[in-house]
């Protein structure tokens, strides 16, 4: 059982069109034609499964996007001019500014921001995941429009990806800054265990697993810091980034995980039982917490059921990846 269902990506602010409705725009311009929008890995070397993926899914330049003058320094909310209207025939990138190191693999975070402008009228539309306005990362893959007009980047690449009209949007043109590749799992500081909670063993990905201690089961919510991250503070009505793993106490079994599919994203204080917010919120972004959530703030008190949960005491291990304040 989830808490909610797993969400699509992300959407972005008003006017901008939300990166989950360009999928199918974007799946529909693939061209398996090798890296063409990203930094493919150095001559004479075997790329990885994961990143030849993401060179095969990246999408070629076209006219259209080519045909883009961008002023501006990559990572900072830049000006697209073209003449209008632009014509976009299909989904098309083009590396304008590559960035260093590794080349991006499937399945990875990234942080990101872009600039939209309406390819009709050359009118911004918007601008997100700058440091006025930050988004939280996505998880990029050949089967979404990050992963396309990427492909296997590395981090500090900047592209312009033109999309196609599509029945509710007009053509459109993203400046689009690929900023960093984002950890899957708390990287904070080690802390003390604290006595009467259960511990966390963890794998080499990170992915942990839960021992109860003996004694009897706790009936009020208990919360430990496990790592201490030194990112910002997460505050109610914050969107955050997390994975996170449930074992309930009456049984012992894990009951749902984000591990093995992907980070999980919500708002702290709506959507969620109250617990899972609360084992967040006042915490800083880059921990892993540990809470044991009673049926009071769990799903609720009754008979013991597994369908629902009803009636039992879950604990949760957390993981804060990212944070992204909730608008002024």
């Known amino acids: 059982m989830v808490l909610v269902p797993f969400p699509s990506l992300r959407g972005l602010p008003v006017r901008v069109r939300p990166l989950a409705a360009l999928s199918a725009a974007a799946l529909s311009a693939v061209l398996l034609a090798g890296c063409a929008t990203g930094a493919a ?15 095969a899914a990246g999408v070629a330049p076209g006219a ?17 001019t073209f003449d209008i209207p632009l014509e976009v025939d299909e989904l098309q990138s083009t590396v304008i500014a590559k960035g260093s190191g ?13 600039t939209a402008f309406n390819a009709e009228t050359g009118e911004q539309l918007g601008s997100v995941g700058y440091a006025d306005a930050p988004v939280l990362p996505s998880q990029i893959s050949p089967d979404n429009p990050i992963g396309q007009i990427l492909g296997c980047a590395t981090p500090g690449t900047r592209v312009v990806a033109a999309f196609p009209a599509t029945q509710s949007n007009t053509a459109e043109v993203y ?8 950890p899957d799992n708390a990287t904070g500081q080690a802390e003390d265990p604290v006595d009467g909670m259960p511990t966390v063993e963890l794998a080499e990905d990170g992915a942990p697993t839960v021992t109860l201690p003996d004694g009897d089961m ?24 997390v994975q996170y793993h449930g074992v309930s106490w009456n049984s012992g079994e894990v009951f749902d995980q984000s591990w093995g599919k992907q980070p999980w994203s919500f708002t702290v204080g709506s ?22 959530l009673p049926p009071a703030v769990a799903y609720g008190e009754g008979e013991i059921n597994d369908a629902d949960l009803t009636g039992q005491t879950l604990v949760f291990v957390v993981d804060i990846l990212a944070a992204q304040p909730a608008a002024g």
């Open 41 to 55: 890995p150095d001559a004479g070397s075997s790329p990885s499964p994961d990143v030849a993926d993401l060179c």
């Open 64 to 80: 259209a996007s080519d045909a883009v003058t961008v002023e501006g320094e990559p990572g900072t909310a830049s000006t697209a």
């Open 102 to 114: 590794d080349p991006v693999e499937s399945g990875q975070l990234v942080s990101y921001a872009l």
């Open 175 to 182: 400046i689009f800054d690929f900023l960093a590749v984002v």
């Open 218 to 241: 706790p009936t009020e919510f208990k919360k430990a810091t496990l790592k201490k991250g030194d990112g910002p503070v997460v505050q109610s009505g914050d969107s955050v980034l």
């Open 271 to 292: 959507g969620v039982v109250q617990g899972f917010s609360d084992a967040v919120a006042g915490e800083t972004v880059g921990s892993q917490v540990i809470a044991v």
